[in-house]
């Protein structure tokens, strides 16, 4: 049986706060459990927070904004290795990390404080490994860490929380080759185990109340991999 179990109790994360013990003091965590954490609250306690009165907007991002916050579309193009697609004020950017999303997942909600946005962790996957080594440290427990954030999706309405970040975690399950109950050989089956993971997460994770982390017990998604893994890769991607 899969159960996924929120972390209550945690405070308003704050840069330079050590999440790792903040949420092994409030979760019971066990070998092969996988723990979920809200990008935001990773990104708030590792520093990426831009406060807009500290932005000067280029002329591009003035061109982009449509009539709204310059200073937000200017963090947006700074975060981004390059734009995919745009209608003012609306901005789809490809980030460093290759991931292709709204606003380079540049955000205000749940932000510290009026006036600030949110950036995603500079490397979602480090950001996992600490945590993962912190909650070892604390606890002898041997879980895997998804960093998780949401993304919308091309076709479909709504978001869905997806792995941006990973540690200890098989992100991928490749049924190519096996063989369905019918006898048919899969040819082209891959599973996104660490999204749906972090989508299944996000069921108890609060958007509004403030429940940045859920642990996952009873499905063995252990091994090694990188949220990179997920990533399609632009030779494949028929809509780059």
Sequence with gaps: MISIRPVEGLPEIEQGADLG????????????DILVV????????????????????SERARELAGGEDARRIEVILRE?????RSRPPLVIAETR?????????????NAPEAGTVVLLPVNPDASAQRLRDRVRELTGAEVGVIVSDSFGRPWRHGTTDVAIGLAGIRPLLDLKGTLDRAGYELHA??????DELAGAAELVLGKTGGVPAAVIRGYDAGGEGSARDLVMPAERDLFR
Excluded: M, W, Y
């Design 80 to 84: 981004s290795a390059r734009i995919v």
């Design 21 to 32: 013990e903040l949420i092994a003091g409030r979760a019971e965590l066990a070998d092969r």
């Design 189 to 194: 089956t891959v599973i996104a185990v660490a």
């Design 38 to 57: 809200a990008q935001k609250a990773v990104s708030k306690a590792e520093g990426r927070v831009v406060r807009l009165v500290d932005v000067e907007p």
């Design 97 to 109: 990390h290759g991931f292709v999303c709204a606003s380079a997942g540049v955000d205000s909600s």
